[in-house]
């Protein structure tokens, strides 16, 4: 545990002197997204439930219109309800485009357009032998729209995204409106 905390004091150490003339030329923002993944489409919708969803992201911009950025989030339990249940969990890492307009000074609306890797783990009670935690890595593509207003530092939006998991059965997609809190460094 003793060194877990000092590797997050060593990176709160690195973030908070990030900076100086490079940090000036180029701003970088820190997000937290927070909000309910709800599975849509076929088989995916029809025997799954809603997930929580927690993610953070990092972006650079390039310019006032255009953005970089990575995302990495996790969708912590979407499962069949059943006693003897199926669930679905994925993390996934992904790298993304991000076009910005500004209808003033205070306000964006945005989209975004990303394709990463999903690790979903599947863990069926019901079958037999138990299948449990078995991960597995696949291709998947994010794409969303939303709007912030900034307060100074910090800005407050929403956000809705649609996730796709490509898996050899049936693709996973799952919708995901979310609250999205970001800081500029």
Same mark, same amino acid.
């Given at each position: ?65 255009? %953005?970089?950025? #990575?995302?990495?989030? *996790? !969708?912590? =339990?979407?499962? /069949?309800?059943? +006693? ?26 945005? %989209?975004?357009? #990303?394709?990463?890797? *999903? !690790?979903? =783990?599947?863990? /069926?009670?019901? +079958? ?58």
């Amino acid at each position: 545990m003793r060194t877990n905390f000092r590797v997050v004091l060593l990176g709160a150490v690195i973030l908070s002197g990030y900076g100086g003339p490079v940090r000036a030329a180029i701003p970088v923002e820190m997000a937290i997204i927070s909000g309910p993944g709800v599975p849509v489409g076929g088989y995916w919708s029809g025997h799954y439930g809603t997930s929580y969803y927690l993610g953070s992201e990092i972006e650079t911009y390039w310019t006032e219109r255009f %953005a970089t950025g #990575g995302a990495l989030g *996790y !969708f912590f =339990n979407h499962s /069949d309800g059943q +006693a003897l249940k199926r669930e679905f969990k994925n993390l996934h890492i992904t790298p993304y485009l991000k076009r910005i307009w500004k209808p003033d000074a205070k306000h964006n609306v945005y %989209a975004l357009l #990303g394709g990463g890797i *999903y !690790f979903v =783990n599947y863990d /069926d009670d019901a +079958a037999t032998p138990d299948i449990d935690d078995s991960t597995k890595r696949y291709f998947g593509l994010m794409g969303g729209i939303g709007a912030s207003r900034h307060f100074g530092v910090w800005s407050v939006g929403l956000d809705i995204r649609v996730h796709r998991i490509f898996r050899q059965q049936y693709n996973i997609t799952t919708l995901t409106p979310a609250a999205h809190i970001a800081l500029d460094l």
